[in-house]
């Protein structure tokens, strides 16, 4: 942890030390001002007055007594999770997934809804009423709903403005504008594989790793960078778009624009060309389950070119973790051993070496997760910004 004394803007320095203090409570409490001390490596009276403003605003409230060594015993302090709460929502192609959850992320209420025509006019009313009917469940709190975040499968700028959804087919959607006109909150627009990335850092399978890639794969891929435990977004924000990286230079036309997209061979929509009863995860792996040979084969090839591109992705990055998460989690029997096989013959053993393949451990909410996550850091940054209490 950074901290900052002596010359500058004093205010400034009391504000960057109020947020190490809270981020220090959300992530360790309970525990008690000594142990922030220590942590954070700022003074017992720094430490304290920070807490007490912290405590007036309702964010950290002080529990019984810990363990103690001897002497007084310390008072304890608590992260107040229930202080407020955050939407998050995860636009995919045929489905809105929402989720309410309080500042710890969480979860306290969902809502689902499908999508049976994609054009913004018909999906946005759909987003309203997820979201309307989020705020709605959010028990009484002192800060009520603080944010939304959402996730959604295409390039995003940082206007939050959809400028591209190829699987949506959207252009130059501003997401963000018409969603905090309609509820008069912030709200944060992010890429659905960064969203996952992001949940699955904080909550999920990608905890313990520095350097990750999240691989979301549903009717389309997307990827989340993350490097040192931070998203990384590239120059404009529109990295991770490794889903149309090419990998059969003839291939198949994309919705993209170019040929032999990744996406088109290793994702759902490889299953959707081969029709009914195979033309979704589900369907497939319900097929493979009861016997059926080609439903077994067409999976794994599936996983064969998930594994082929991963190996490219290990190649480049030499990551910690490759995690697959979105849709392709429920095809995890049928998948895993096709791609193991073909990282393993396609990297070399040095970039490969105690690399873990995983699959999220939050399952299809990475990305709802990480969106309600989006708005709680949001939220966070906004009071630190006028002074936290
Ligand atoms: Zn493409």
Redesign the pocket.
């Known amino acids: 942890m950074h901290r900052l004394s002596g010359t500058g803007d004093s205010a400034l320095i009391r504000r960057i030390n109020t947020a190490i203090v809270l981020e220090c409570i959300r992530n360790e409490s309970p525990l008690s001002r000594a142990r922030i001390s220590e942590r954070t490596g700022l003074n017992k009276a720094t430490v304290s007055s920070l807490v007490s403003n912290l405590i007036a605003g309702g964010l950290v409230s002080e529990i019984g007594t810990g363990e103690s060594s001897g002497g007084r015993k310390p008072v304890m302090l608590l992260f107040n999770a229930g202080a407020g709460y955050a939407v998050g929502i995860d636009v995919g192609v045929n489905y809105i997934r929402g989720l309410l959850t309080d500042l710890a992320g969480t979860p306290v209420a969902r809502r689902e809804t499908k999508i049976a025509r994609r054009s913004p006019e018909d999906v946005l009313p759909l987003l309203h009423d997820v979201i309307r009917g989020l705020i709605g469940d959010a028990p009484a709190s002192r800060y009520g709903v603080v944010g939304i975040g959402i996730g959604v499968s295409g390039i995003v700028d940082d206007g939050g403005t959809i400028l591209f959804a190829p699987n949506l087919n959207w252009r130059n959607v501003p997401l963000r504008r018409l969603v905090e006109e309609r509820f008069n909150l912030p709200c944060v627009i992010d890429n659905e594989a960064n969203a996952g990335a992001a949940g699955e850092l904080r909550y999920g399978a990608g905890r313990g790793f520095a350097d990750q890639i999240y691989v979301s794969v549903g009717i389309g891929i997307g990827t989340g960078i993350i490097i040192n435990r931070e998203l990384y977004r590239g120059k404009s924000g529109f990295s991770g778009e490794l889903g149309?990286m090419s990998i059969a230079m003839d291939g198949r036309q994309?919705s993209?624009g170019?040929l032999g997209?990744w996406?088109l061979y290793a994702s759902e929509k490889a299953l959707i060309e081969h029709g009914e009863p195979y033309a979704s995860f589900e369907a497939a792996c319900a097929a493979a389950e009861s016997g059926d040979g080609q439903a077994v084969r067409l999976l794994e090839t599936i996983g064969a070119y998930l594994g082929t591109g991963i190996a490219n992705i290990v190649n480049v990055f030499n990551p910690e973790a490759v995690i697959l998460g979105n849709r392709i989690c429920i095809a995890e029997r049928f998948v895993r051993d096709a791609i193991e096989r073909e990282i393993e013959r396609r990297t070399q053993t040095y970039n490969r070496e105690g690399m873990r393949l995983l699959f999220a451990e939050l399952g299809e909410h990475s990305a709802v997760r990480g969106a309600a996550g989006y708005a709680i850091s949001r939220f966070f940054d906004s009071l630190n910004g006028q002074g936290a209490g």
Do not use: V
């Open positions: 149309h994309c993209c170019n997209c996406e």
